[in-house]
């Protein structure tokens, strides 16, 4: 399987994004010294002007085919977060609960983790049950408060 990659500019540093010859793989932070880079593959070219889009509040959500890996468990969870509305939060707990595991809240923590597609499947909606931003991408805290922030989320 060939995989090709993407690195794109946004207002939270340099993206990464693979696809494979029909399907989004991943959607992940770059090192901030990573150059953008231009690509004629069509499906990495409509994920950047569909986060272009996003990035300029035009977009609330993605129509991408994404190549979702991941238990079952896992699935259940990033159906979930997919589910929550551009500009709202709801907490760990929220979700532990929509999924019907109101005592898995930790292994909420852990899928949001797992998620290889951040901002696509917005784990970044999901916040302390206190509304404090907790645990995103590698601690990296700052870039959900910004993409947040770019949503006015409540």
Not at 26 to 34: M, V
Not at 38 to 48: D, F, R, S, V
Not at 98 to 105: C, E, G, S
Request: hydrophobic share 35%; proline share 5%; charged share 25%.
């Amino acid at each position: 399987m060939s995989v090709y990659s993407l690195f794109v500019e946004s207002p939270i540093g340099v993206l990464e994004i693979q696809a494979d010859h029909d399907k989004l793989l991943s959607l992940e932070f770059a090192p901030e010294d990573q150059a953008a880079t231009e690509t004629e593959h069509p499906i990495l070219i409509e994920a950047e002007r569909q986060l272009e889009e996003y990035f300029r509040g035009e977009r609330k959500e993605f129509n991408l085919p994404l190549k979702i890996q991941g238990t079952e468990f896992q699935q259940e969870v990033w159906k979930t977060l997919s589910e929550i509305p551009y500009g709202s939060t709801c907490s760990y707990v929220d979700v532990a609960v929509r999924i019907n595991r109101p005592k898995a809240v930790r292994a909420i923590g852990q899928a949001n983790k797992a998620n290889k597609f951040p901002i696509i499947v917005p784990c970044h909606r999901v916040i302390g049950k206190n509304n404090t931003l907790t645990g995103y991408a590698g601690k990296q805290v700052d870039k959900k408060g910004i993409l947040l922030n770019l949503e006015q989320a409540k």
